[in-house]
């Protein structure tokens, strides 16, 4: 094949994969939001069927010659294609180690594991989830030993979510936070709560807060639309078509309006992704810490902050009018910014929050390691409940059952929001050098904001490693947790005193 | 190959022909529904894809040496899988005897056509939709004679929406309605007409009105969801998920609820097809006409009679207390069977509505035959709406850009509105016989109705012909158009004092 050839063949491999990734997207989204709630058989079989059509394109014999004779043109290759080669033989690696009968079993494993995974949550009743957990375990365990028999499976997968994220980078990482944020945590104890700003906010009004979030973050309508989920995501179908959902609780407006900002930060990193990407296998996010980073500057570090929510103010007024009569922008700022020890990871303050994802990873490293069954899960995370936050759960509907991300095959996933919040801090803290961020946020206008991430991010998609992407990011220095640590500590020691 | 390998190679193309139906469908319904506006670009890419590879797998080689291999082994075969051969081979020959190069140029044309159709409907601009329309209407001609070069090319076109159809058949058909119902609208015409129930209907209670409406219906809320959209339709992923969709206008409540008991009867031939059927080529309505019979049969034979309106009056004055107030069921019943020559089919009356038809089906012909060109059809649409029903439109978006149909590629799709209205009059004169259809009604009921349809069409998918149905569903008697008539005039002479 000549290049010509070889890049037409890649672009039609590429077309198809985005047709199968697309489909499978949509088949997802409208499974939980608007399709009738008995009709997961025919999805199932559907999505089972496209993604054996993607692992087949994926790895197929055709697939592995394309990209090896490529490889080997490499040097001759546009830069593009070139990276494009690079990720698609790491997916074919990736992938085709495992025989086709033991993925398509996972496939099926990881869909049922979330359904019993869901009623199990509903019942609060860890034991029937248990024998679908022992199995996504040790799957992913054994899949790990096949893509890299030489490694710690662990480190394995978490190279997964952040390629060259291994536990010798972690471990330091959450030690340096649990020294600085636990005492941060007591300091702040000791001090008066802030009253919440509970109440009635009706699902109507609601709705229309996000509309008026979705422009004021500027996102483009016509290419981003929001929806209504159990469990708040982001999925993008190239940057023409981004989706968000958020779940709306009558009682507390702040939780909805930190999803739409939370998934408002993933949804303008994939529609900044540039357009000369898309259809490919670089037009998505670098990396799930990379991902998250966006996704918490905008939620915490613009979102809680206290300008944000002086500009939002008139608007929750006029949408929430009893609710907020009595109350002044310095009691929302309050109250978005409530830090204190709780049960529920999504609904965390940023300074408990990261505590929240390591007990996750100290769970996760427990299991690969032999160290702890299944079994012993509910015990064992209302030990470091205890130990980091001093809480625990009285029900497992309110620990260990509380997040999907297990049911779906999803371990090694957790430390990418913390160390994206951490990449955020750091972000922010570059960023200010050249961009008035108060001011924007004040003034309504976000975009000199947007811009500096979009050019220093977003627009690169996958064609820069994460780590290339952070020293763009960091004015080329290197990552350094005590920015997240000194971010918090300064907010937080001036917002309560101490 | 033995006859376990071919019934095993037959599931196998049938999961996938299912699989790619399914995600062809989500993502239409997920365009017109949730979708940002601009995100037509990727979908676009990805329906375009899935339709080849659609295309690929119906008339690949390996189909075509599965199905004549079993073809040949017919006679061995369980009774399901030959009717699949049987109906699969039908669609393997109109697909394959069209070049690949020109299907895609086809399903781009269509595609395109159907965008540039909204915007000149909106702009109500027929020249910038007239060169599409060329184009759609010259491919239908010349696919036909590819698919047939020995048959007239509007049959062709005819016996794809029901094997058989003919212009030989409807030709008397539509004499027929012609002859019998342009005297009786004319009598209708020289009566008062009754008050309209206009007003102002809020959506949030008109979609209370749709749910309520649904379950009356019967259709089962586990298996069936509805939306709303621009233009009403049905989509069903098998039995386990059917969804049907609606419009609301808030000045006029009756529209929105005679399309959701028109889907309604869509929705409940697809959720009643046999579960041995499903995943394959029979799970499907067995012809247009026949599914516009079930949906024909609900809206105007159960929904427009004076029962159902007293069934549901008490619910209209619960969510409607102001505009019902001083209103009777008597009067509701009336204005939702106000008989009077109009512009728009899909708002038309049960008497004129078959008119409305009949132009469209004459204008077809004409083109087909090369007796008008796409450029006169504005003038040649007026011509036949003054000489059929006394009106003509004063722009084209209220004449020959009204309907979806054309711009999609629907060519002598319209023919099967009428007669499936013909064979839901006939149904009902069969039904009656041994179903009290008023008391069931009444009674709010309608599983007598519904089991009769269910046992002698739903079932069946498409196992049996049309032809074979009709036997079952008029006690063998063949199909007479005089029932309609009958039923008509019978109607809404009653209604109107004839």
């Avoid at 991300?405 to 750091?426: K, R």
């Avoid at 290339?468 to 907010?491: H, I, M, Q, S």
């Amino acid at each position: 094949m000549d290049i010509m050839e070889m890049l037409s063949s890649l672009e039609d491999l590429e077309n198809r994969l985005f047709a199968l990734r697309h489909a499978l997207g949509v088949l997802n989204l409208d499974g939980v939001t608007a399709a009738p709630k008995g009709s997961s058989r025919p999805r199932e079989k559907t999505v089972g069927i496209l993604a054996g059509e993607e692992y087949r394109l994926r790895c197929g014999e055709g697939t592995r010659r394309l990209l090896e004779e490529m490889e080997e043109a490499s040097p001759r290759l546009p830069a593009r294609a070139r990276r494009q080669v690079h990720e698609l033989m790491r997916d074919f690696t990736r992938t085709s180690c495992i025989p086709m009968a033991e993925y398509t079993e996972y496939a099926r494993t990881v869909s049922i594991g979330s359904d019993v995974w869901h009623e199990s949550k509903e019942k609060s009743d860890f034991a029937s989830f248990l024998p679908w957990l022992e199995k996504i375990v040790e799957t992913g365990r054994r899949f790990a030993l096949y893509r890299d028999s030489g490694s710690d499976p662990y480190d394995t997968v978490l190279d997964g979510y952040e390629k060259g994220l291994s536990r010798s980078q972690l471990d330091p990482f959450f030690a340096l936070l649990r020294e600085r944020l636990v005492p941060l945590i007591r300091a702040i104890g000791e001090k008066p709560a802030p009253p919440a700003v509970r109440g009635f906010y009706p699902v109507e009004d609601q709705k229309r807060l996000t509309e008026y979030l979705m422009d004021l973050l500027g996102l483009d309508r016509q290419r981003c639309a929001a929806a209504e989920t159990e469990h708040p995501f982001t999925d993008a179908f190239s940057r023409w078509d981004v989706r968000i959902t958020t779940h709306y609780h009558t009682e507390d407006m702040l939780l909805s309006l930190y999803s739409v900002v939370h998934e408002g930060g993933h949804a303008l990193y994939e529609s900044g992704i540039g357009e000369d990407l898309q259809f490919t296998c670089l037009g998505r996010g670098s990396s799930m810490s990379i991902h998250e980073s966006q996704s918490r500057f905008y939620e915490n570090i613009i979102g809680r902050s206290e300008a944000f929510i002086r500009r939002i103010f008139p608007v929750l007024s006029e949408l929430f009018p009893g609710e907020m009569r009595s109350r002044f922008p310095e009691d929302v700022y309050r109250a978005a910014n409530l830090v204190t020890p709780s049960l529920i990871r999504t609904q965390a303050d940023e300074v408990t929050y990261p505590l929240h994802v390591m007990v996750r990873y100290d769970l996760e490293k427990a299991l690969f390691d032999g160290d702890l069954r299944c079994a012993d899960l509910p015990g064992a995370w209302s030990e470091l409940y205890r130990k980091y936050l001093g809480v625990a759960p009285s029900c497992d509907r309110e620990g260990v059952l509380q997040d999907s991300h297990w049911s779906g095959g999803m371990l090694g996933y957790f430390p990418s929001y913390a160390l994206g919040s951490a990449y955020a801090a750091q972000m922010f803290e570059t960023m200010k050098k050249t961009v008035d961020v108060e001011g924007a946020v004040s003034s309504g206008d976000l975009s000199p904001v947007t811009s500096w991430l979009r050019e220093r991010i977003h627009i690169y998609g996958r064609m820069l490693d994460p780590k290339e992407l952070l020293l763009n990011a960091f004015d080329g220095a290197p990552f350094d947790p005590e920015c997240y640590v000194r971010y918090l500590t300064d907010k937080y020691s001036a917002l309560y005193g101490l």
